[in-house]
């Protein structure tokens, strides 16, 4: 798959043929029930979005043309960065594109790392980094477990397997929605051109099934903070402030 051939590239303002049309990868660089799980969490919210998949297997490639189709673009969660770049990279520049002139981009766990710069699509005003690498981590697993964010100041759980922290610019103009133990961003929403971005370390569409050998959820399987990241990409912060060094 490769952005269209010729030079242009469609603006992501004037040529959606629907306002509420998202995409999400489903393809190599995914893991099998991610993409699914983020299909749902768009379709249940409070605007919900008509999905289509998109991919190498799809009936609908990922191009410049069908993002051109869609409001938003999601990126799932898969698995190793470095693998998932072999299959990406081709991509970059189309979807750097799409979202600086007024798409949106949802990034969920490896989704996130792919919206950083090192490999990535260059989205965020900073970079990534593993959360079981940082300074204070509570977590040194990469099985599946449970962690515990501040989400808009309250404690809540969440379904996590290795996911990013977002290493910002003091002076990036973005809204944080959470934070680890730790104080290193969790998730975090900011613009790109005319476009937003939002992105999120743990996984907040994680479902029931997600769940096993025992690992359980005291806040129950709840897709709340799904939601609210997606009103913020798509509704847009009422005020946006510098993020703040923990």
Same mark, same amino acid.
């Given at each position: 798959m490769v952005a269209i051939g010729g030079t242009v590239v469609a603006s992501a303002d004037s040529t =959606? #043929? #629907?306002?509420r049309r998202? /995409? !999400?990868y489903r393809g190599p660089a995914s893991s099998p029930g991610c993409p699914e799980a983020v299909a749902r969490l768009l379709e249940s919210s409070s605007d919900p979005y008509d999905v289509t998949f998109c991919g190498p297997d799809e009936d609908v490639p990922l191009t410049a043309a069908t993002l051109a189709s869609a409001s938003l673009y999601a990126q799932p969660g898969g698995g190793e960065l470095s693998s998932a770049w072999i299959h990406m990279e081709q991509h970059a520049e189309s979807i750097r594109e799409w979202v600086r002139t007024g798409g949106h981009y949802l990034g969920f766990c490896l989704g996130g790392y792919l919206a950083g710069a090192t490999p990535g699509f260059g989205l965020i005003p900073g970079d990534t980094a593993r959360y079981i690498s940082s300074r204070k981590s509570e977590i040194d697993t990469t099985n599946n477990t449970i962690v515990t964010v501040s989400w808009r100041e309250e404690e809540r759980t969440m379904f996590f397997q290795d996911g990013p922290i977002f290493v910002l610019r003091d002076d990036a103009p973005v809204e944080v929605l959470a934070r680890y133990r730790n104080g290193k961003v969790a998730a975090v929403v900011a613009d790109f051109g /005319? $476009? =937003? !971005? $939002? !992105? !999120?370390g743990p996984h907040p569409e994680a479902e029931r099934s997600w769940y096993t050998r025992g690992l359980t959820n005291p806040d129950g399987i709840r897709f709340d903070l799904g939601h609210d990241l997606i009103d913020t990409v798509t509704l847009g912060a009422q005020e946006q402030l510098p993020t703040p060094s923990p």
């Open positions: =959606r #043929s #629907s306002p998202a /995409l !999400v /005319l $476009g =937003r !971005v $939002g !992105v !999120v």
